[in-house]
């Protein structure tokens, strides 16, 4: 009964996380017609995906939701301070049943490729099983770290074990028991799943490029009369949230580092240290991402904690990082550099000698062999572009979105919600927003009621078309550099500098203004009849 309408379709959105179950619910509510299709059999997106074992926010529980539902707020109680993988994959899909979102989703469908038609003035999108769509809008809410990199080491085909990125994680139970497992890199992934694994395998063998910063999560239950305080008091939390700089209500201290003796920071980094949490270090001070001064004051903290957790100072020394703090995505853990004590962890350097090959059976390194059952790649995601340019998505001329942003090397948005050039398409949590660098929850939420809001606009006022004007996406691409610029986070290659993929040049893609004052950029945008796009009619009046 789908396939009948889908000529008509006034929105496709492609991905069902929590950015695509928004849109959905917020257009569907507005009247449009409009579909999902999801590569997954299910809802969740991020959390469908990323099953690995020890996964979890590392946002806190209470601010990784929705907020636009208070009767959704209060139907649901996390159980902890960062909830784990299946509990949020269970309120995604608690969402769903809710607001009865499944009947305009259609699961097991990638859309291959999207072409801007200018004569019908619609979207022609192809899926993986040949049916063809067209749609008025589209709408991409593919994330951005759903394309997972599996590196290209020489000899992997060969491998005979078991092998599993943790991006895309098996949804059958993975067994460690008895096997010699290795672990390849030490990002956020790795660090939550190298303590659970380290529990279970007969042997862990960690292969580590850059040795990180990391700091305790300090995980709890929460406390049901902490839960009723929370929930009491949401509205003045959502409006924090919203007006903060991350998406979590928390400010940085006032305060330089440098104005504090050594003793008096030792003691603020110890706090904050004790406390845990993700951002308790980063926001002690004000200046920890500004100054490589302010910022090796904290480094050093970190590394000399390392030291002390670390019983075998071998083992220590290389576990101790050496750049910027924060300008790789902090990480927060649950007893990660512990784990080095157990007997059955080996950690090797492959920075100095890195991994030449992989055998049948075997991990080849410059200097030394590893026997491995199992190989767990944790080496993380072509960020932000990655996932957009799985599709063959085409605009004005036929020109392609990879084409027009240089293979990644150098995107070009407004807002980083449209492009020019691609009229009627919309990215959620699109390159140069703030999305990663933020609470994903509360910049999905900004966006999708944003993008609603102009899809609404554009009915009442009979407009069909958007398109990004190039000035203003010249204007705000410029800004974003200028935003990175001064600060430390473009001196690191991370995923945040497209650094972590081959071929991809080094550019600070996401915007680090801070979420309440984007979106006070977005919504004066929208109060200036949306400055910046260039909004027309169209000569077919919008399908509703
Ligand atoms: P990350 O943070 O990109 O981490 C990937 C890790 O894999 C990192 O330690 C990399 O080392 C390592 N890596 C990548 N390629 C290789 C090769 N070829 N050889 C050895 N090691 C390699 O991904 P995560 O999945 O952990 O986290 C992604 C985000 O998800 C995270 O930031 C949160 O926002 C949630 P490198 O540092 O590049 O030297």
Redesign the pocket.
Known sequence: QKSNSFNELDAVIVGAGFSGLYMLYRLREAGFSTCVFEAGDNVGG?WYW?RYPGARC?VESIYYNYTFSDELLKEWTWSSKYAEQPEILSYINFVADKFDLRRDIQFKTRVNSAQFDEEKNRWDIQLNNGQKVSARYFITAVG??SAS?V?K?KGLENFKGEWYH??RWPHEKVEFKGKRVGV?????????SIPVIAKEAEHLTV????P?YSTPARNQLNDPEYTRQIRENYSEIRNQMRSSLTGIPAVPRDRSALDDTAEERRRTFEAAWEKGGLLTISYSYNDLSLTPEANETVAEFIRSKIREVVKDQEVAEKLLPSFYYGT??P?IDTDYFETYNRENVTLVD??KA??EEITSTVVKTADAEYELDMIV?????D?MTGPLFKMDIRGRDGVSLKEKWDGGSQTRTYLGIGTAGFPNMFMLTGPESPS?LSNMMVSIEQHVEWVSDCIIYMRDNNKGIIEVNEEAENAWTKHCREVAEPTLYVKT???YMG??IEGKSRGFQIYLGGVGPYRQICDEVAEKGYEGFILKASEESVVN
């Open positions: 991020t990323n590392d951005c770290l990199n590196p080491f943790t991006g390849i890199g030490t990002g956020s992934s790795g660090i939550q292969f580590q490029r850059t990180q790789k995505r990480i492959v920075k890195p991994i790649f944790a080496t993380g995601f960020a990663v290659d991370s995923w650094a972590n």
